[in-house]
């Protein structure tokens, strides 16, 4: 039986066995590495895809439900906190209880709230359940990459981790097409809607095929106050970014939540360095290709998700295009996903995942600053040359910060890894979607007094000005029934000019992070843990 580190708070490490005896053998399907990982595939396929299939959507649930610009982000923001507050929580309780019953119980609870979303008649309702969305995804994420650890022998694990970043890349990716042609021939509903077939299928396979694992020195209690400080640590900081756009950044509500999330991270700290069976064993965080991969998983996050979000109100709303279109747009960004993730994979499996990862934050950030020089007439061609770099350069950081994270974490703590890895990517999704959008906010409110006073408009009172800088974040030009032709062409060039103007300065910014994920990613190298799993199954 392999044998393993066990790192505890202290960061001191106690020789234990992989997997406890009692733990039955596989036979036949159940328990099968390949189809182990076919089965998590298609539970973390409906999670990644919600990331994204519900920004082309965004639009449509706007106009259907007369949503105001905040309102459409929590969509996305809900979703995002939700999994990022209890992802480490329900790794923990993958390690405790079994990683089998955790994902079963994840794939049936989002399966049934986004079938409670397509039902929905209200946008705060809609909200409401992304969020049980989200904690049900929490459940499932971690729990998949549990078994995968548990299942795969060392030489196989990274193959594996390839194939489960190629699913999670090319689901967030494809989001946007599927969800065009769901809109644009179905409804917005649809796009939610399709997951509850999708959850019966992931339900069958996981309880037919999937074998439980646990670590014989995997937690027995609860770290329940270190629960509460880092989930309120980070929904204090998530909050405070979303909410900053309309307090304003100098309004000290901000900056108490802000002081809040920092005071309960350290209280959070702290108390794990006390508590027998912490939440996260600080001393994991020792390892510093872990704690790299960690932060380049937020970094890349912030990037990809930011930028999307505004993405596709810029192909709809400024170019014009129906959902349908707009997906096929993006099907460059897509397609390097799908091709470079196995292809990164080999990369890394060869060189390590300096190189690579590297390289592709380079990439990363070379694309967005290409997206910001879009302009309201800009080519398909150019376009989507754009789109197609942001894929090559994403596909590797997540193949590689996946086995990074999870490769240098022991294996009973294989659920916690799995919770840090996706925490980070669902923060870095969070806090990409608030400070963009507040640097697009910003960008709108100072620009556009200005743009529409230079194009010889109609002045417009305090609150008529709110209420068009709102459409203008979105693309869309806030042009009133019955306002002549004339007048109303010069609206929409002010209102695209000042949301490009937004988009453009949001790009940068996602350049810049993605260009300081370059050095991050510098300080990774190959899990050293990996072969503390997988004894068990048969390849």
Known sequence: MTSQTTINAAGAGDKAPAASPEQPPASGLRGHPWFTLITVAVGVMMVALDGTIVAIANPAIQKDLGATFAQVQWITNGYFLALAVSLITAGKLGDRFGHRQTFLIGVVGFATASGAIGLSDSIGLVVTFRVFQGLFGALLMPAALGLLRATFPAEKLNMAIGIWGMVIGASTAGGP?????????????????????????????GVVMLLDHRAENAPRSFDL????????????????????????????????????????????????????????????????PLS??????????????GGLFFVTFYLQNVHGMDPVDAGLHLLPLTGMMIVGSPLAGAAITKLGPRIPLAGGMAATAIAMYGMSTLKADTG???????????????????????????????????????????????IGGSLGTAVLGAVMASKVDS??????????LPKLTDAQLAQASEAVQVG????AKGTPAEIAAKISDVAHDTFISGMSLASLVAAGVAAVAILVALFTKRGENADAGAGVGHI
């Open 476 to 479: 869309v030009a806030p042009v």
């Open 225 to 288: 106050l270190g629960i509460a400080l880092l989930s309120g640590a980070m929904f204090c900081l998530v909050w405070a970014l979303i909410k900053a756009p309309s307090w304003g950044w100098g309004d000290g509500r901000t900056w108490t939540f802000i002081a809040a999330s920092a005071l309960g991270f350290v209280l959070f700290s702290f108390w794990e360095t006390r508590v027998k069976e912490p939440l996260i064993p600080l001393g994991l965080f020792r390892s510093v």
């Open 380 to 426: 398909s061609a150019l376009m989507s040359l754009w789109f197609a770099l942001l894929g090559l350069g994403l596909a590797p950081v997540m193949v590689g910060a996946t086995e990074v994270i999870v490769g240098n974490a022991p294996m009973e703590l294989s659920g916690v890894a799995g919770g840090l890895q996706q925490a980070a990517m669902q």
């Open 177 to 205: 097409i599927l969800g065009g042609v769901l809109v644009q021939h179905v409804s917005w509903q649809s796009v939610f809607f399709i997951n509850v077939p999708v959850g019966a299928i992931a339900l069958v396979l």
């Open 447 to 456: 620009d556009l007094p200005g743009n529409w006073a230079e194009a010889g």
């Open 292 to 305: 790299a991969g960690v932060v380049l998983m937020v970094l890349m996050a912030i990037a990809f998700m």
